[in-house]
Nanobody
């Protein structure tokens, strides 16, 4: 079994920063891409940022220049540093990983709430 556990969400004022972490554990033979998605109330889940095993990254236009995704391959962990947060960044943030356990499958974390409000 595989678990993705997120941490680091919370309430922050506009202009503030938060750092999200997501650790994958369990019977894992390998991890390819890892990423962060978010879902705001009444909206569909959207991609925030993704990172390959080799460190190549891609960001949504709305977060480019403000958010930074990184990963620690030795510890199966992905991070999202969020700076200059805006109220429109408020959402539940989900971690995603493509994990090999005999075949490649997508796994999701349970989500962590990020609220940007004064």
């Amino acid at each position: 079994q595989v678990h993705l556990v997120e941490s680091g969400g919370g309430l922050v004022q506009p202009g503030g920063s938060l750092r999200l972490s997501c650790a994958a554990s369990g019977s894992i033979f390998g991890i390819n891409g890892m990423g962060w998605y978010r879902q705001a109330p009444g909206k569909e889940r959207e991609l925030v940022a993704i990172i390959t095993y080799g460190g190549n990254t891609n960001y949504a236009d709305s977060v480019e220049g403000r958010f930074t995704i990184s990963r620690d391959n030795a510890n199966n962990t992905v991070y999202l540093q969020m700076n200059s947060l805006k109220p429109e960044d408020t959402a539940i943030y989900y971690c995603n990983a493509e994990i090999y356990r005999g075949s490649w499958l997508d796994y999701w974390g349970q989500g962590t709430q990020v609220t940007v409000s004064s």
